[in-house]
């Protein structure tokens, strides 16, 4: 890995390059990497170790993982994962004679290589990181197996009764392993410097389909064993399964949507423009590199909106809209193909290399498929969501490169990376121009094709690439108040749509009492700008304001369920009890962190919203995803 270590407090900073994974190194501006080291170093009170991934504990620079072989059966009864994993390694240092793997409540019954027992050690868990497992290396062999079993309430998986699910025959098991939860379903080195291939056999109830983050084979015969293969080597994060009563149906040629059937048909509708998204992205920014392109529609607990697992995004089936209003989401994991799951981010310091890339690709493509105004919509709505994360986020909290250090990655979870990220790379490409920024993406994401970089890694290539060749444009010290400062820096670009004026003039002009809401002109809004007029309503509106909104809109009976969200954020901050049973629904029927988690802290700000809240999250709670119960439990306390 390529390590800028870096000394204490104001102390000279010596850039160092040790075995970088880059094939085709690009010669370092050591000069600029040295300042910017030092303006870290001023941010900070002791050094960042660049490069260093603090939230594993394996060794692969002693012994690397780099293939494995799992063999698992899903026990529905037991809630459990039990079998083997099969670890192929590659020895950095000759002397090497353990290699450590991460694991979290895992149970591990015996490791062997060629029929002999291995000695291991379990070390003792930390809350944050997990377990670290000490394994002897074998001598003469560079594989050995583990046999293994997961517990229930492993934190990257979900195991749902049939009632949670849309069919509500059949159980269902899904993984999440991003940012650091393989390691509680797969003993491994889990970082995403790390990178291996891998093939699996799933055995499962035969009524059920396994699908996986690999190859799937959409006619596979439905007999409970299932054969996967991934032949690219990609991060622990990307690994993923998922079983359930799933069925297939091709969106496009290379694009297609798992479901249960109750969503088949209107997931495919809806995301029928998955295609047209691949095409558009493949001519800009280079082929897609993984094959087959699919969908997978979760059951409503699914933490995320959606997770980038390769050949096979885990989509939420809360954007299915029935007008394609919420399929940016689409845009979003496929664009992670390229940001992501190609190049990826080497430690979760620099995921705003993977959220900030995509969520600027997200915003190109979206172009691409619906036209500018769509672009120009969603670009102020993330802008507006970048001020609000700004407004509430400690300084440190700002910052691109951030400081994750004894933290839970989880914690950290905010809109910085994604839209602070995708702001600045929007910057960039105002400054050089959009063809000359694309050029540079095209060859960004060749030059890293496969491999785990850090931020100093970007600023290295940016250093010998477009710093050169736009010295006139482009400024290093601005670019390194992007990643290193808090903030938006002054005179960064501010996105604006000329469809939202109106919409500001409704709001307006009802605000001062000069139209009443069923008076204004919203026949032709689009969900993104509703989204805007709810958005920006003042705080506080009075009982009666909220009856004439609800009363002309429907808002409460909504069915999309961002307009949803934002009308019952308003709600909570105004106690307006007419909405309270569809907020009870709403938080009883959805896991998606990102739609129930502002609810809950919003209601956790006075004792009777406390209360409901409570109530509410009690009865969810046996549904909820183990992200969702940790992320919002602090709330009902
Ligand atoms: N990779 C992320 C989800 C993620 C990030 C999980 C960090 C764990 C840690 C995924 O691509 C994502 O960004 N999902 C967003 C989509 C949205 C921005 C369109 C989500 O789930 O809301
Ligand atoms: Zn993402």
Not at 533 to 544: A, D, G, S
Not at 560 to 582: C, D, F, G, T
Request: glycine share 4%; with cysteine; aromatic share 10%.
């Amino acid at each position: 890995m390529k390590n800028f270590f870096r000394l204490s407090m104001f102390t000279l900073a010596v850039s160092l390059v040790a075995c970088s994974p880059v094939e085709d190194p690009s010669p370092v501006d050591t000069e600029s990497m040295l300042s910017q080291n030092v303006q870290n170093d001023m941010a900070s009170s002791s050094a960042i170790d660049v490069g260093k991934d603090y939230h594993s504990y394996a060794n692969p620079d002693e012994v690397l993982v780099t293939h494995l072989n799992l063999d698992l059966t899903a026990d529905f009864i037991s809630k459990k994962l039990i079998g083997s994993v099969q670890v192929t390694v590659k020895r950095q240092q000759e002397n090497a004679d353990e290699v450590i793997l991460d694991t979290r409540d895992l149970v591990i019954f015996s490791v062997t290589s060629q029929g002999n027992d291995v000695p291991f050690e379990l070390k003792a868990a930390d809350q944050n990181l997990g377990a670290a497992l000490h394994i002897k290396m074998p001598k003469g062999s560079d594989t050995f197996t583990i046999y293994y079993e997961t517990s229930p309430t492993a934190s990257g998986a979900q195991w749902l009764t049939p009632a949670q699910t849309a069919g509500k025959k059949y159980p269902f098991l899904f993984t999440q392993a991003q940012a650091i939860h393989a390691r509680s379903f797969i003993p491994l080195q889990d970082s995403p410097q790390v990178r291996v291939t891998y093939t699996a056999t799933i055995r499962t109830p035969k009524e059920l389909l396994a699908v996986m983050s690999a190859s799937n084979d959409p006619g596979t015969e439905r007999d409970g064993v299932y054969e996967f293969n991934m032949p690219q080597p990609i991060p622990s994060y990307l690994i993923a399964l998922a079983i359930g009563d799933l069925h297939f149906k091709a969106m496009g040629e290379r694009t297609g949507v798992y479901a249960e059937p109750a969503l088949l048909e209107s997931a495919a509708a809806e995301f029928e423009d998955t295609e047209s998204m691949l095409v558009a992205t493949e001519n800009k920014y280079g082929p897609y590199g993984w094959d087959r392109y699919d969908l997978l529609i979760l059951p409503p607990s699914f933490p995320f909106g959606g997770m980038e697992n390769p050949r096979l995004s885990f989509i939420t089936p809360t954007v299915i809209a029935g007008d394609k209003s919420l399929v940016s989401l689409i845009a979003h994991e496929l664009a992670h193909s390229w940001s992501g799951n190609t190049v990826t981010n080497a430690t979760w310091r620099d995921l705003w290399l993977n959220e900030g890339f995509t969520t600027y690709l997200t915003y190109r493509i979206m172009e691409m498929v619906y036209g500018e105004d769509r672009y120009n919509m969603e670009a102020v709505l993330g802008y507006q969501d970048l001020q609000a994360a700004i407004n509430s986020l400690t300084p440190a909290d700002q910052i691109l490169a951030i400081d994750l250090r004894g933290r839970n990655p989880d914690d950290v979870f905010s809109n910085i990376p994604y839209e602070k990220g995708a702001l600045f790379l929007r910057e960039i490409e105002q400054k050089i121009g959009r063809d000359n920024f694309d050029k540079f993406l095209l060859s960004y994401f060749e030059h890293f094709s496969f491999k785990s970089i850090t931020t100093d890694e970007f600023l290295a290539y940016l250093d010998v690439t477009l710093l050169s060749q736009y010295a006139d444009k482009l400024d290093k010290k601005r670019i390194n108040e992007w990643i290193f400062e808090p903030g938006i820096p002054e005179g960064a670009p501010v996105p604006e749509s000329d469809a939202f004026v109106n919409v500001d003039k409704a709001r307006e002009q009802w605000l001062a009492g000069k139209t009443s809401a069923n008076m204004t002109q919203t026949q032709d809004w689009t969900v993104h700008q509703w989204l805007y007029f709810l958005n920006n309503m003042p705080e506080l509106l009075n009982e009666k304001q909220l009856a004439e909104l609800d009363a002309a809109f429907s808002l409460t009976v909504s069915k999309n369920n961002e307009i949803a969200h934002s009308w019952l954020m308003i709600a909570v901050k105004n106690q307006y009890k007419p909405a309270y049973e569809r907020l009870y629904e709403y938080l009883t029927t959805i896991g998606r962190n990102k739609l129930v988690k502002p609810l809950y802290r919003e209601l956790s700000k006075t004792p009777d919203g406390k209360a409901f809240a409570k109530k509410a999250f009690e009865q969810a709670k046996p549904g909820y995803h183990p992200l969702t119960i940790s992320a919002n439990e602090g709330y009902v306390e």
